[in-house]
């Protein structure tokens, strides 16, 4: 069994099911928004508009505003809809991702375990105006401290700087975390930039998927989060 001081995790598609949650959000700005569209169209579209905007972000090429400025501006034009006023809509559809929010079956649990034998933190890559209430509504906030949002901290994985931040607010020495998350770019790529070890979340965890070059292998592969029971 492993044995380590301090879990870091990762938010959405580790511990949140983002999307479920992005799916409700998404149909209720359809029929606020774009009842003209159909759905299946609407969400399609926003979907590929949106990852391709956040795999940007990750890759340092423009800032998280930018992502809420283009995402449903962009999604209106490939619909040859008017463009919406963005921070209306924004603020609207962050607001739904919040109240939506819900975690992975076994989630909760988990953590309540965990904390009785380590310090449990977060990073996520995301804006404050959906992060923050999401920890509170899911009840994740009890066991996360601290919880760094890049948005609040001027500063996203895979930087090393927001992991740094993390172990120097904890007091907890880089060999002694773990990094928990979904995503080889911006969670394995920023706990090894960092010198930390890190286990990989999800569909990624499920097969032997290739470890991307340059980076190392995780210390551990699980299915979903619940598969961390038993391994530490």
Not at 63 to 84: D, K, M, N, S, Y
Request: charged letters at 25%; proline letters at 5%.
């Amino acid at each position: 069994m492993l044995r380590y001081r301090l879990l870091i995790f990762d938010i959405d598609d580790t511990l949140v099911d983002f999307g479920a949650s992005q799916r409700a959000a998404l149909a209720d700005i359809h029929a606020s928004h774009y009842p003209q569209a159909a759905p299946d169209s609407f969400a399609r579209i926003y979907t590929e508009v949106n990852h391709a905007l956040w795999a940007e972000f990750v890759r340092g090429e423009i800032v998280q505003e930018e992502i809420r400025r283009r995402r449903f501006t962009e999604t209106a034009h490939r619909l040859g809809l008017p463009v919406p006023d963005w921070r209306a809509i924004g603020d609207a559809y962050e607001d739904a991702l919040a109240a939506h929010a819900q975690l992975f079956d076994g989630a909760l649990a988990l953590l309540e375990s965990l904390a009785t034998r380590y310090r449990l933190a977060a990073i996520t890559n995301g804006l404050t105006r959906v992060q923050r209430p999401k920890a509170q509504r899911t009840g994740i906030d009890r066991f996360l401290d601290p919880y760094l949002i890049s948005e609040h901290e001027g500063v996203a994985k895979p930087s090393s700087e927001i992991f740094r931040r993390c172990l120097e607010r904890t007091g907890i020495a880089v060999t002694d975390a773990l990094m928990i998350g979904d995503s080889w770019e911006s969670d394995g790529r920023g706990a090894a930039q960092t010198g930390m070890d890190f286990c990989l979340v999800g569909a990624n965890g499920n097969r032997a998927s290739a470890t991307p070059p340059g980076l190392p292998e995780p210390v551990l592969r699980v299915a979903s989060i619940t598969g961390l029971a038993g391994k530490l």
